[in-house]
């Protein structure tokens, strides 16, 4: 950015005085004062420009300036957030906007100017990156599965490379996680007697009447609860837990017709092993990644989850989130030091509230109904919640969240809510809807809202907030790859330091933030399939992305695209800053999977392949009929998918033979018409050589003689 004011733009300035700051310093300025700025040390001096930060970034001016890359000053805020509480940020940089903010008469666009100013040095200049390697590198995780059995084997060998590395022996552990918890420290200590070891033998069946004994001050909101044989209701695949926290008043009956726990009643899963050398990757922590995904998949407003293994007599408390799983160091129960944490690990599950056990304190429940506070336009707004339509099932990713909902306002008018994390320097999703509804782009869902979300006015983040700034440089890294240890070998030694902060340029953001933000999406629809906007190549097409709208009176896209956040800019010419791209393997083109730079054929081809998913896997009512041939499909490495896709289409003969035998009644009379499409996406029954701008229109068409064929009418 060159040293010219932004604010000298008569646009921007008028977008200043349109907006103007008002009373929204107010807080800020009460809370300090320009002489106390000086005596104020690192920590304190972060959370002053945190604060005044948060206030600058909610103010309407802030979405509408822009930096010289073309970004909103919003996200440019967000950014620089994430760096003000690194510890080689010169905070002295901030310190001119603190005192013209503190100032008795300042104007507005001294303000603006000055935070433009303090963005733009904070953005280091892009670097030239090889054309091959601009796209942002393919990844999976186990929200990818798409009609799966979700076989154990499979889940686990996907779920290991999700989950790589995990943190262990992480300093403070126990006092981040139970240090809040009222009084837990005075009922630890009471409970510990001579009898502790006696009293844990019989752990199960005297945990309750034992807690209530010792401090009457603190309340006990969860009770412990075992089936360690009995799969609980609500997995795909059959998963049983040895042993978990549920709330108090759950009202397990065990002769009922079905008395089986549900995993969106487990709030504190544990793996019990008799072993002690079982405290390793491949047994217990598997093991309770795996509860923990089954958690976090049941329940949409957990954040992260806590949990416990005990091997023997060797225990550890874990926090899985959407970075992956950090525990804390091993300790022996035995000892009289490891029988006082495990007494408050335990006694802290018990009794903490629903925020430090992982549930999002933006989602607020009132009488039976559940909302979120926006303020948009510069108004607050309630959105309620009406129901889950989709949550990705996995531990570590954007886990995207969509639910149903309405204003109390206009309940005719339903909304989609988009809850995703994201990686901090990626590019707001929002936006790219924002710019598609404006310009009019066809087949993109209509934008309402979008934010980022606070949290007591800090943005929410995975390293302050769900990981409450532990430092995780001096824990231990584990993989689950047998022998190897340290950095996971999709990341370079020379790219990441010992605190997990490239050392390529200070400024650089660390590859462990992510930002949880929410993008809303105006007239709901019934989701089937994800998308793409003209002015966009989406790279994620899948049968999670694409929505068909079942109103036929509404005045929305009869079908249209959703999910924008792996979409690029067709000139942006540097990769995305996030760690990698997960996509739906069993949609993927064949040139994805080998690795080529994206294009939108790829992503056309990928339509094909839902398509195909969709015939073999559904019938006329829409639903699954479950597993099928291609289950693999979601697991198979990449060589593997790759052959088996080129086997699919390569040969016309087998490939109407295979559709006749897989795809299901409903789907039969689209045979012949998928067979048109597959001639066309794979010319010669091979993998298309050179962009074709025609197919997309040549696709369209086959479609569209579709819906007049009689046979397939016959079907409707």
Known sequence: MSDASPMKDQSLMHVVEKHPIGDGLKAF??????????????????????ILLSALQIHPAARLLRSNNGSSVFSEISSLNTLITSDDYDLDLIKPLIKICLADSVSDTLIWDQVCRIVAGSTPPPRPIPPSLQQTPWSQNTSSFVNSSERRQEVDRILKHELRPLYVDVPGFYDAFFGSVRGLNTASETVLQPDVLAWFCDLIPRLEALAGDFNQNVIYRRKLLAQPKTPLLGSTGKRSMDIGFVAHDFAHEPNSKDDRLRWQEVLVPGELKSNPAADITSLAWIDLATYAREVLKAQDALRFVLGFTLCGSIMRVWQFDRLGG???????????????????????????????????????????????????????????????????????????????????????????????????????????LREATNKGVVNVARYYHHETVYIRGVSDDIRNHVRKGLDLSKA??????????????????????????SNSSGLKRPS??????????????????????????????????????????????????????????????????????????????????????????????????????ICIHYDAQGKSIGPTRLDDWNTDNDDKLVASKKGEIADEEDFLKNAEKNFTSHYQPLIP????MRRHVFPNGGRWKKCEPELYSTMKKILQDAQRDQDVLAEE
């Open 29 to 50: 300025r009460d809370s300090f004062t320009p002489n106390a700025i000086e005596r104020l040390g690192q920590e304190e001096l972060q959370n002053c420009i945190l």
């Open 326 to 432: 950090i525990a804390s160091d091993k300790f022996d129960i035995n000892s009289k030091d490891g029988a006082l944490q495990f007494v408050t690990a335990i006694l802290g599950f018990l009794c903490m509230d629903e925020e430090n056990l992982g549930f999002d304190p933006t989602i607020i429940t009132s009488h039976g109904e559940r909302y979120i506070t926006i303020n948009r336009d510069g108004q607050t707004e309630r959105i309620y919640i009406d129901k889950v339509i989709k949550r990705a099932p996995c531990i570590a990713g954007r886990a995207t969240t969509c639910w149903k909902a309405y204003r109390r306002e206009d309940p005719e008018v339903p909304l989609v809510i988009k809850d995703s994390w994201q990686y901090i320097n990626r590019e707001e999703e929002g936006e790219y």
């Open 476 to 501: 231990k890294i584990a993989n689950f790859q047998r022998g190897r240890r340290g950095l996971p070998p999709s990341v370079s030694v020379s790219s990441v330091s010992r605190e997990g902060k």
């Open 512 to 613: 462990i933030l992510i930002l949880y933000q929410i993008v809303f999406i105006g007239e709901s629809s019934f989701l089937i399939m994800e998308s793409q906007s003209i002015k966009q190549v989406l790279e994620d097409i899948s049968i999670n992305n694409l929505m068909i709208n079942e109103d036929k009176k509404s005045s929305s896209w009869a079908a249209f695209l959703i999910d924008l956040d792996l979409a690029i800019k067709r000139r942006r010419e540097s990769a995305s800053g996030a760690k990698g791209k997960t996509g739906t393997r069993a949609f993927m083109a064949i040139g994805a999977l080998l690795g080529e730079e994206h294009s939108f054929m790829h992503d056309l081809e990928s339509f094909f392949w839902v398509l195909f998913w």
């Open 673 to 676: 018409w998928v067979n048109r």
